[in-house]
């Protein structure tokens, strides 16, 4: 069956950074899109970023572009972000969610909770 | 922006009774929409894509139905294991996408 796992969240300083990892397992993982999606209490569920099947392109939040970068590694069926200039509004549970049937999300980690704080 | 607005915001209902959870776009979507359920403490869970397609394992209970800016999401009868919060999400300009804020639905 289809198995997320996302690791690397943590309690971080505003301006630091932050690599989550999530490893895939169950499915081709080289033939589905990937997200990142956020939630906080305040904001509800946003998605943070996507990446094509194939790593050659992506796409962002406004307010994460040129902080965030996502990436993916097909070979071993890891999905990655990096996060970089951490602010107070970042601190989130990140999910990490597969593309599915009619370009919605059919499959989601457990998630993992960044918090941004001094 | 494609914005999502979801209402009401909370339905206290009883097991057994019939539930109707509305989303509207502002602008038309076609029928780009999807429906997850989150119990607390879980990740969602689709329930519902291209807005009347039910994702694998779904009971037909759940019924989606709408296109272009209105859409419903109707649970026939509902069960224990159905109280929780429900979200809207369009995927008519990806790669943008964008949820509602949201649906709690409580146990009356």
């Known amino acids: 069956q289809v198995q997320l796992g996302e690791s690397g969240g943590g309690v971080v300083r505003p301006g630091t950074s932050l690599r989550l990892s999530c490893a895939a397992s169950?499915?081709?993982?080289?033939?589905?899109?990937m997200h990142w999606v956020r939630q906080t209490p305040g904001k509800g569920l946003e998605r943070v970023a996507v990446?094509?099947?194939?790593?050659?392109?992506?796409s962002y939040l406004e307010s994460v572009k040129g902080r965030f970068t996502i990436s993916r590694d097909n070979a071993n069926g890891r999905l990655y972000l990096q996060m970089n200039s951490l602010r107070d509004e970042d601190t989130a549970v990140y999910y990490c969610?597969?593309?599915?049937?009619?370009?919605?999300?059919?499959?989601w980690g457990q998630g993992t909770l960044v918090i941004v704080s001094s | 922006e494609i914005l999502l607005t979801q209402s009401p915001a909370t339905l206290s209902l009883s097991p057994g009774e019939g539930a109707t959870l509305s989303c509207r776009a502002n602008?038309?979507?076609?029928?780009?929409l999807a429906w997850y359920q989150q119990k607390p403490g879980q990740a969602p869970r689709l329930l519902i894509f291209?807005?009347?397609n039910r994702a694998a394992g779904i009971p037909p209970r759940f019924r989606g139905r709408g296109s272009g800016t209105d859409f419903t999401l109707t649970i026939s009868s509902l069960e224990p294991e159905d109280f929780a919060v429900y979200y809207c999400?369009?995927?008519?300009?990806?790669?943008?996408?964008?949820f509602g804020q949201g649906t709690r639905l409580d146990i009356k």
């Open positions: 291209d807005a009347s």
């Open positions: 969610a597969r593309e599915g049937s009619g370009t919605s999300i059919d499959h």
């Open positions: 990446i094509w099947f194939d790593g050659r392109k992506s």
């Open positions: 999400q369009q995927r008519s300009d990806w790669p943008k996408i964008t």
């Open positions: 602008q038309s979507i076609s029928n780009f």
């Open positions: 169950g499915f081709t993982f080289g033939n589905y899109a």
